[in-house]
């Protein structure tokens, strides 16, 4: 072998790990735009080679969940449980992993196919109900039109329609699209009731809850400056404090408040625990105000 040969053959020999280097970031790459988990089959049918994908795992790059599915090592644990297991991120757990407003922790919930059969050692709620929509085999986490037929089922009216209509004012759903689907009762009913202008969950909760008193409920109502919670008939507003209402936010209620009364407008504020573990109390209080007529205007 010549000189030149020499050095050439040097030169493709320190150009190989780098080139290798390369293309194990660039599947890691793959895997973080796909979700930080997926199916091994999917990056052999995106083109990348069985034994770039083994030597990326063995580098440490990626880390093998279970036969067939790889993960980044900083991947969703949620993600790479469903993935292990072989179900799908559902409910309540994926509507908290969307930032939709949720009462209480009640564990994971995860959905399964109808012959799953067994399904690995799941510490959840397993739900076995046919989707809206069709789930995919490489999906880990449902989409918002199963999320929500599921919480429709699942949870009480109260609190899906906390969560549902939390969908809805992030914009994360059409309802005119939603009604459209094959909805089970309970999601049907809440399809017919839920409106996009709740701006808590706690919000969402008072208004089933005050439909009995047959008054006019109107939310998000620009007076004096800002928003109100909820107006109830004319002049009788209930501010629903979140756990944000507090420095500066609670002396800008208070301010709020004062001028809201002096343009002869009763205001009525209440917090969390009120709302979600006392509501007797609100109610009453509600319903002396409106015994003594302070929702209505001027005659």
Not at 125 to 139: E, I, K, N, Q
Not at 153 to 170: D, H, K, R
Request: hydrophobic share 50%; proline share 3%; aromatic share 4%.
């Amino acid at each position: 072998m010549t000189a030149i040969q020499d050095a050439a053959a040097a030169r493709l020999a320190s150009a190989r790990p780098a080139a290798e280097n390369a293309v194990t970031n660039a599947i890691r790459e793959a895997v973080v735009r796909r979700g930080g988990v997926v199916r091994t089959r999917a990056l052999l049918e995106a083109g990348w080679g069985r034994r770039a994908v083994d030597r990326t795992v063995s580098s440490g790059a990626l880390v093998r969940v279970r036969t067939g599915w790889v993960a980044t090592a900083n991947a969703d644990a949620n993600l790479v449980a469903a993935a292990r297991t072989g179900v799908v991120l559902t409910c309540v757990s994926q509507a908290r992993r969307l930032g939709l407003w949720v009462l209480e922790d009640q564990g994971m919930h995860v959905a399964a196919r109808a012959h799953a059969g067994h399904i690995g050692a799941v510490m959840a709620t397993v739900h076995w109900s046919r989707p809206l929509l069709p789930r995919h085999p490489d999906l880990l986490a449902d989409p918002i039109e199963n999320v929500l037929g599921l919480v429709a089922t699942c949870q009480s009216f109260e609190s899906a329609f906390a969560v549902w209509e939390s969908a809805l004012n992030q914009g994360l759903v059409d309802l005119q699209a939603l009604r459209r689907l094959k909805l089970p009762p309970a999601a049907r009913r809440l399809a017919e009731q839920v409106r996009p202008f709740s701006d808590s969950g706690l919000e969402s909760i008072a208004i089933p809850r005050l439909r009995w008193l047959r008054l006019p409920l109107r939310q998000q109502v620009w007076i004096a400056g800002h928003r109100v919670d909820l107006l109830i008939g004319d002049r009788l507003v209930l501010q629903i404090d979140g756990g944000h209402h507090v420095g500066a936010q609670r002396e800008s209620d208070v301010a709020h408040d004062a001028a809201l009364m002096l343009m002869g407008y009763h205001v009525i504020r209440v917090g969390y625990e009120q709302v979600v573990h006392r509501w007797h109390e609100v109610q009453d209080v509600i319903m002396r105000a409106v015994a003594q007529g302070l929702h209505r205007g001027d005659d």
